[in-house]
Structure formats: structure tokens, C-alpha cells
């Protein structure tokens, strides 16, 4: 089993900041991909940002300039930095995993989901 633990959501005006984290913990080997995902009242749960464990990244369109994602591959963690908040931006925001455990089976993973609110 591979377990995340997100953290820093919580409520902030529009034009604010917010950074999120994400901790992956249990017997991993190799982490490939660690994405953000988030899901609005009434929407479909979509992707914002990925990025492998070379550093390559993808974003949603909507949140290209606005969002930087990072990871700590000593750390397992994965970060999302989200600048110039819009209401539109207000979801659960979900941390995604996928990679190998050390007994060769593969894990996709996710977290419990953390609130982010952006009032206008």
C-alpha cells in the first residue's frame, strides 16, 4: 500500500496564493508520475498539473502562468504552488501517484483530497 497525505488547502481571496503538498509514503521503489487533480461541485474531477520524476511537466490550460507544480523526489512529495487565484479555482484538489512498489507491483494512488476555496 502507498499512502498520500495532502495538506495547505484552506480559504483565500481572489488574486491570492496557496500552496498545496502531497507525501507519499509505504514501500515505494520508483515514483514515474505524481499529478494534481481537482473536482468542483457538479464537474467531472479534471487534471491540473503533472510532472514526472525527471521533471517534465503538463498543465491544464486553465491554470498555465498561474501554477508552478514541483517535486522532492528524496521526499516522495509532490507541491503545487497556485498564484493569481480565481473563484473558478475553487475545488477539492486531489494528489495522484503512480509508480513501482519494492515487491515489483505497480501502485496508482491517491490522496484524501484537501479544499481550496477562493472567494471573490
Known amino acids: 500500500q502507498v499512502q498520500l497525505v495532502e495538506s495547505g488547502g484552506g480559504l483565500v481571496q481572489a488574486g491570492g496564493s496557496l500552496r498545496l503538498s502531497c507525501a507519499a509514503s509505504?514501500?515505494?521503489?520508483?515514483?514515474?508520475?505524481m499529478n494534481w487533480y481537482r473536482q468542483a461541485p457538479g464537474k467531472q474531477r479534471e487534471l491540473v498539473a503533472a510532472?514526472?520524476?525527471?521533471?517534465?511537466?503538463n498543465y491544464a490550460d486553465s491554470v498555465k502562468g498561474r501554477f508552478t507544480i514541483s517535486r522532492d523526489n528524496t521526499k516522495n512529495t509532490v507541491y503545487l504552488q497556485m498564484n493569481t487565484l480565481k473563484p473558478e479555482d475553487t475545488a477539492v484538489y486531489y494528489c495522484?501517484?503512480?509508480?513501482?512498489?519494492?515487491?515489483?507491483?505497480?501502485?496508482?494512488?491517491w490522496g484524501q483530497g484537501t479544499q481550496v476555496t477562493v472567494s471573490s
Open positions: 510532472i514526472t520524476s525527471g521533471g517534465s511537466t
Open positions: 495522484n501517484a503512480i509508480g513501482v512498489m519494492v515487491v515489483a507491483a505497480s501502485f496508482n494512488s
Open positions: 509505504g514501500r515505494i521503489f520508483s515514483i514515474n508520475v
